[in-house]
C-alpha cells in the first residue's frame, strides 16, 4: 500500500493506494474520525454496485458503520441537479445529520456528484472517494466536484475536499478495456506536464498498464495523484498554476461537446486535444519531438490522436470560445514546452487552433 | 451612512447602512474591486422588481457596469434548485465569467436564492447584498446561503460570504406592514440574545421602528447587524457559539413547516417561538421577568405571541424531531437566562417543550 498525502493546510487528506486495500476500510475510516453515531451515504452508479457494493457495505457494516447505499443511473447524465435532488431525498430519510458522511463509490461521475451532494447538504458534510476507475485518480484529488447543467458541463459546484481517498486497485479489474485507455489518458497528461521520467516510464510500461499489472497500476496511479497533488496543493482555488492541468482539455472539452458524449470518452477527447496542444507547441516554434513523443505515447496505450472528419470545425470553434477556460475574450491555452513542462499561454490566437483543428483530422 | 465590519479574516466584508446610500452604489462597488470587465447579473423577485430595479440597473449602467437581471417569483417556493437551474441558464447565456459578480436585491428569499447561484456557478464568484426587507438585516449576514428542498427547508447551500452589502433604508418603505414587523422579530431575537440595553432601546422605539422611521431603522438595523456580525466572527461554520442564533427558531421552524408557509411568516413563527423560549427557561427555574419581557416587547411591534389553536401538537413536535439541530439525538435548546443572556443547552426535554407547546395556544 502507498499513501500520498495532499497538503492544503487543515483540508489536507491522505491518498491510499494498493491492492485490496478495501480489506482495510473499516480501521482507515475509523482511523481519519469517520463518526459510526450518525448514518452514512454511500452512492454509487448501476455498473459499479453489481461488482463492488455489496462488498463495500458488508465491511463497512461489520465495522460498525450505518450505512445507506443510493445507485444512479451509470453515465454523465446522472450529474444533474435533478439526480442531486434525489439523493438528498434520500439523504434526508435516512436521517444523515451533520456529523454523517457521504462515500463515493464509483468512477469520476460519482465522484463529482457524490462530491456536491457532500459539498451542499447541510451546506457540507464529510466526503469520502473510492474510485473505482483510472480516469478517477485525475477526480479524486483537488477537491472539485460538480453537477452539470443542459448548457454546459461541471458549471454547478464547490471546491469540497474529502476526508481521505482509498483506492484498491484490484476494483479496476472489471472495469471495461475502453475507460481503462480512457482513463489512462490523464495520467500520461500528468507525465506530460510535470515529469519527463514518468512519461518515459509510461511509455515503457503501457503494456503492463492496459492490462492492469497489480505492480504497475500502484505505481502510476501513485505518480498520476503525486503530480496532481503538488500542483493542487500550490493552487488550491485555481487562481493560477492550475490551469495547466487543463493540457489538451480547451481542445477536448470543445470536442466532447460537439461529438455527443457517446462517440468520444473525456479521456479520448483530450488525448485528440493533447496531440493538438503538441501541434500548437510546435508552430509557437517550440521542439518537433514534443510532437512525436506525446504522439507516439498516446498511440501506445491505443488511444486516438486524430480528430473524427464528420465534426465540423466552426462548431468546434464555437463551443472553444464558450469555455470557461477563456478569460474575459482572451485565449488561455496550455502548450507543452518540452516533454514533462507546459507553460499557460495566454497569446494563442483562435486562427491558429482552428488551423490546428483541421489539420486533426488529416493525422494518421 | 454607518459601516460595520464583518470580520472573517480574508473573507471579511463591510456593510453599508444608511438612508439614499444606493445613490453611491457605483462607487462602493469600484472600491470594493467589482470588476467592470465582466457581465453582472442581478437577480430580483416579482415584487422588488416593481419598486427598485429600474432604478438600481440605472445607477450601475451609468457607472459603467454590463448588467443583467433575473426575476423570479416572490415568495419561498423560488428557493428551489429548478429556479437555480434557470438562474444558471440567464448567467451562461450573459456569459457571467469567474471574475463577473451575482447581486441579490430582495429580501431573505432572493439573498439566499442568488447567494447559492453565486456559491456554486463555476464553484463560486463573487456576491454582493443589496437587502431590501428588514428580516435580510439577519440572512444578509453570515454567509449562510442555501435553496430548500421539497422535503426540507435551507437544506442544499453553502457558506459563501458577500464582498459588501448596500443596506438602503429608503428602499424600505414599500414593504408591507406585516413583512416589517416580522423583519423586526429578528432584530428583537439579537437584542434578547446579545445586548439588554438594545432590548430596552428597542421597547422604547418600537412606535417609530413599526413607522419605518428613517434614523430607528437605521440605527436598529445597524444594532442587529453588529450582533450577528459578532456571533459569526466568532463561530463561521456553525460549531458551536452560533447556535444562538436559533433563539426561538427550534419551536418557529416547527410551527412554519406545520402551518404552512402562507399562515405564519418566518418572523412571526419565531415570535412564538421565542416566547416559547422564555416559557423553558421559567420552568429552568431562570426569572419569571424573562417571560413578562419577552412577550411584552413583542406585543409592542404586533407579533403573535400564542400559537394558533387548531396546529396539532404532534405534528408540531414531529416537525420538530426533524429539525437538523438535533445533534445525534439530542435536543439542543436555546434557553433565555435573563434579558440579553442565552445557553445553548442540550438537555431539555421533548417533553417539557411539548408541555410549552401545548401552553402557548392558551395565551393570551
Ligand atoms: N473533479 C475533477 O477534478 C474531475 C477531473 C476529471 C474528470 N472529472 C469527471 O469525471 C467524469 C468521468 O469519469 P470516469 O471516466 O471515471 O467516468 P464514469 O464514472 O462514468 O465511469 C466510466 C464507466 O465505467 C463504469 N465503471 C466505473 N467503475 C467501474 C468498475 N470498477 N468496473 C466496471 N465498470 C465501472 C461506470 O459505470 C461508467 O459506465 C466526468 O464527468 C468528468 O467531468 C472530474
Ligand atoms: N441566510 C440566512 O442566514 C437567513 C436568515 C434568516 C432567514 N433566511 C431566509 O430568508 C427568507 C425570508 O426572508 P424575507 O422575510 O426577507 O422574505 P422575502 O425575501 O420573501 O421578502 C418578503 C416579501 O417582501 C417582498 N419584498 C421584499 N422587499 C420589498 C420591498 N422593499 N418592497 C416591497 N416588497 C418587498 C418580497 O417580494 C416578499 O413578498 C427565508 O427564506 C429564510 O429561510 C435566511
Ligand atoms: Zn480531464
Ligand atoms: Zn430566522
Given amino acids: 500500500m502507498r499513501e500520498l498525502n495532499v497538503n492544503l493546510g487543515e483540508r489536507s487528506y491522505p491518498i491510499y493506494i494498493g491492492q485490496g486495500i478495501m480489506e482495510q476500510i473499516?480501521?482507515?475510516?475509523?482511523?481519519?474520525?469517520?463518526s459510526k453515531g450518525s448514518p452514512m451515504l454511500i452512492v454509487t452508479d448501476s455498473h459499479v454496485e453489481q461488482h463492488h457494493l455489496p462488498n463495500v457495505i458488508r465491511r463497512l457494516e461489520a465495522a460498525g458503520y450505518k450505512i445507506t447505499s443510493y445507485t444512479v443511473p451509470f453515465g454523465e447524465q446522472s450529474k444533474s441537479l435533478r439526480v442531486l435532488e434525489d439523493i438528498i431525498a434520500v439523504a434526508l430519510q435516512a436521517?444523515?445529520?451533520?456529523?454523517?458522511t457521504v462515500v463515493a463509490l464509483g468512477g469520476g461521475v460519482v465522484g463529482d456528484l457524490a462530491g456536491f451532494v457532500a459539498a451542499s447538504y447541510m451546506r457540507g458534510v464529510k466526503f469520502i472517494q473510492i474510485p473505482?476507475?483510472?480516469?478517477?485518480h485525475d477526480s479524486s484529488v483537488g477537491g472539485k466536484v460538480a453537477v452539470n447543467h443542459p448548457l454546459a458541463k461541471n458549471i454547478i459546484g464547490a471546491f469540497h475536499q474529502p476526508e481521505l481517498v482509498l483506492y484498491d486497485t484490484s476494483t479496476l479489474q472489471t472495469?471495461?478495456?475502453r475507460d481503462v485507455r480512457a482513463g489512462l489518458s490523464e495520467m500520461i497528461k500528468h507525465g506530460l506536464i510535470w515529469d519527463a521520467n514518468f512519461v518515459a516510464w509510461l511509455e515503457e510500461n503501457a503494456e503492463k498498464l492496459v492490462h492492469l499489472d497489480a505492480e504497475a497500476l500502484e505505481y502510476g496511479l501513485y505518480e498520476g495523484c503525486r503530480v496532481k497533488t503538488i500542483v493542487v496543493s500550490q493552487d488550491e482555488k485555481e487562481h493560477g498554476l492550475r490551469a495547466i492541468l487543463?493540457?489538451?482539455h480547451t481542445i477536448g472539452h470543445a470536442l466532447e461537446a460537439t461529438a455527443g458524449y457517446n462517440e468520444l470518452l473525456h479521456g479520448e477527447a483530450i488525448s485528440i486535444?493533447?496531440?493538438?496542444?503538441?501541434?500548437?507547441a510546435v508552430r509557437l516554434g517550440y521542439s518537433e519531438h514534443i510532437y512525436t513523443v506525446t504522439k507516439r505515447i498516446l498511440q501506445a496505450f491505443g488511444l486516438p490522436t486524430s480528430l473524427p472528419q464528420h465534426l465540423d470545425t466552426?462548431?468546434?470553434?464555437?463551443?472553444?470560445?464558450?469555455?470557461?477556460?477563456f478569460d474575459e475574450g482572451n485565449i488561455v491555452f496550455i502548450v507543452p514546452t518540452e516533454i514533462g513542462k507546459v507553460e499557460i499561454n495566454k497569446n494563442v490566437s483562435a486562427a491558429l487552433v482552428r488551423e490546428v483543428v483541421e489539420q486533426l483530422k488529416l493525422e494518421v
Same sequence: chains 1, 2.
Fill in 26 to 34: 473499516g480501521e482507515l475510516f475509523a482511523k481519519h474520525g469517520i
Fill in 95 to 100: 436521517g444523515l445529520d451533520r456529523k454523517s
Fill in 132 to 136: 473505482t476507475t483510472i480516469l478517477a
Fill in 175 to 177: 472495469l471495461p478495456d
Fill in 246 to 248: 487543463n493540457l489538451g
Fill in 273 to 280: 486535444g493533447m496531440v493538438g496542444s503538441a501541434k500548437v
Fill in 314 to 325: 466552426d462548431e468546434i470553434m464555437s463551443a472553444m470560445m464558450h469555455d470557461k477556460k
